[in-house]
């Protein structure tokens, strides 16, 4: 059973860089694209981005400016960057699992993490 | 980018209710778009993909249709625990976007 164990800090001020880690265990790691995808409180989903195993990676363009994701193909981890926060970026991120990158299996978002509450404030 | 827009935005139904929920999208996705649950403080939870194929586990009550630009979820004998919030979500095309909601109420 694939499982997404993310973490990070919940707490940062204006103008911080928020950092992001989701470890991914029970499946493979090296066929899929994985995805940060946000949402505000109360509010509906954003998706942020996505990286592949080999460090490929596609960025929701209202936040292309800001973003940086890695991967750490040893320890099945990929991680999200997001510099410059604003209490518009108060939300809880998720990990997830995108699409795989060869062969057919039309499903997207299928495996989520727990879900990290991120808060900016001074 | 491809806008996604759900009605209704709250929905009241009963036990036992058959609930329809409509996603537009603003230009042709094809058939590649996903429905999602989501229950208060959990991430949500994959029932459709490529508009019509149920995910494994998901109970046979769940069903989507639809493709071009026009598509349903219906839930054909609402369950006590099928009171969440589903959001439709279109992979068509980058970046991939979502539809602002849809919640279900006990009526």
């Known amino acids: 059973q694939v499982q997404l164990q993310q973490w990070g800090a919940g707490l940062l001020k204006p103008s911080e860089t928020l950092s992001l880690t989701c470890a991914v265990s029970g499946g493979s790691f090296s066929g899929y694209y994985w995805s940060w995808i946000r949402q505000p409180p109360g509010k509906g989903l954003e998706w942020i981005g996505e990286?592949?195993?080999?460090?490929?990676?596609n960025y929701n363009p209202s936040l292309k400016s800001r973003v940086t994701m890695s991967v750490d193909t040893s320890k099945n981890h990929f991680s999200l960057k997001l510099n410059s926060v604003t209490a518009a970026d108060t939300a809880v991120y998720y990990c997830a699992r995108g699409q795989k990158m060869s062969g057919y299996y039309p499903r997207t978002f299928d495996y989520w993490g727990q879900g990290t509450l991120v808060t900016v404030s001074s | 980018d491809i806008q996604m827009t759900q009605s209704p935005s709250t929905l009241s139904a009963s036990v036992g209710d058959r609930v329809t929920i409509t996603c537009r999208a603003s230009?042709?996705?094809?058939?590649?778009l996903a429905w999602y649950q989501q229950k208060p403080g959990k991430a949500p939870k994959l029932l459709i993909y490529?508009?019509?194929s149920l995910e494994t586990g998901v109970p046979s009550r769940f069903s989507g249709s639809g493709s071009g630009t026009e598509f349903t979820l219906t839930i054909s004998s609402l369950q006590p625990d099928d009171f969440a919030t589903y959001y439709c979500q279109q992979y068509n095309s980058y970046p991939w976007t979502f539809g602002q909601g849809t919640k279900v109420e006990i009526k």
């Open positions: 230009q042709s996705i094809s058939s590649w």
């Open positions: 990286i592949n195993r080999s460090g490929s990676s």
């Open positions: 490529k508009a019509s």
